[in-house]
């Protein structure tokens, strides 16, 4: 990992260090930083912290920082008594950034070709596993989810749209998250079939506080949301059944394969199956 180091103490009065894009970041709030993510975004998003980012402090006399070449920071301080250490782990985003920005595209190439819009609530029954795994206890917890799709085409066999939700799971806390996806809805009858793939941005709070491997040890972390990204895959069977004007009602079960991205070190990737009950309202 490349880095840029630098370092100060004491006798540096209101000492700054310019790169490009550089707002002014007071010394005296939580500092986050990662080289995936716009600093603006970063700080604007719940779940990231100074213990996600790997900062660590302790007694010093001097000021010290390390941040990947090229990363757009200014640092203004007037007195420096404590040794900052920030260690900044690239994450390998640039997939998902293409993945994400290619369903806006397809949502926004929507409004040219079909004004129709889809609406859907559901109820969800997650579990944490793999499709097969701990099926016996899909209806021990419980979330929901809701979402809009738009038309990509006359038919509305293609569709994109956002997707928002929530869980609970025993021993893992509470997730919110949402997602874009774009989907392949084929009717057969009087039956739609669909898939889904997306990509989104979800925050679990454990239901005893996160903690963070920091130079070889666990450590508490507090009750902080973690963020993290993950790819949603969804297959689901559907049953076109009421028809008012131009409201039609189609309900649908759906099942669902969530996989988050950076959970933890020794499960750098967390799967969580659904079984979901829902309804569609197309206008």
Not at 107 to 127: H, M, N, R, S, V
Not at 135 to 152: C, D, H, P, W
Not at 163 to 190: C, D, E, K, M
Not at 204 to 224: F, I, M, N, R, V
Request: proline letters at 7%; one cysteine or more.
């Amino acid at each position: 990992m490349k880095k840029l180091g630098l370092r100060a103490c004491q006798d540096f009065s209101n000492w700054s260090l310019p790169l490009s894009h550089s707002p002014t970041l007071p010394l005296s709030r939580p500092l986050a930083l990662s080289p995936s993510l716009p600093l603006s975004l970063l700080l604007s998003l719940p779940g990231i912290s100074p213990q996600n980012s790997g900062i660590s402090t302790f007694p010093h006399r001097h000021f010290g920082i390390s941040a990947r070449r090229g990363f757009a920071l200014r640092l203004n301080f007037a007195w420096c008594s404590t040794i900052f250490k920030i260690k900044i782990t690239p994450m390998k985003t640039s997939k998902i950034r293409m993945a994400a920005a290619f369903l806006l595209l397809l949502l926004a190439t929507g409004i040219k070709a079909q004004q129709k819009w889809t609406y859907e609530i559901g109820l969800d029954f997650p579990i944490v596993g793999l499709p097969g795994q701990n099926s016996g206890n899909y209806f021990k917890q419980i979330g929901f989810n809701a979402g809009g799709y738009r038309n990509l085409n006359e038919n509305g066999t293609l569709v994109a749209g956002l997707s928002l939700g929530g869980f609970h799971i025993r021993n893992h806390g509470v997730t919110w998250s949402g997602s874009l996806q774009a989907g392949y809805r084929p009717v057969i009858g009087p039956v739609e079939l669909g898939f889904h793939l997306g990509v989104g941005y979800q925050i679990a709070y454990a239901p005893k506080g996160q903690y963070e491997y920091l130079d070889g040890e666990w450590q508490y972390a507090g009750h902080s949301g973690k963020g993290m990204l993950f790819v949603p895959v969804g297959l689901r069977l559907g049953y076109r059944a009421i028809q008012l004007g131009n409201l039609e009602m189609l309900p649908f079960l759906e099942y669902r394969l969530q996989a988050a991205v950076g959970y933890a070190p020794a499960v750098p990737i967390l799967p969580v199956s659904f079984l979901s009950i829902g309804q569609q309202f197309k206008f």
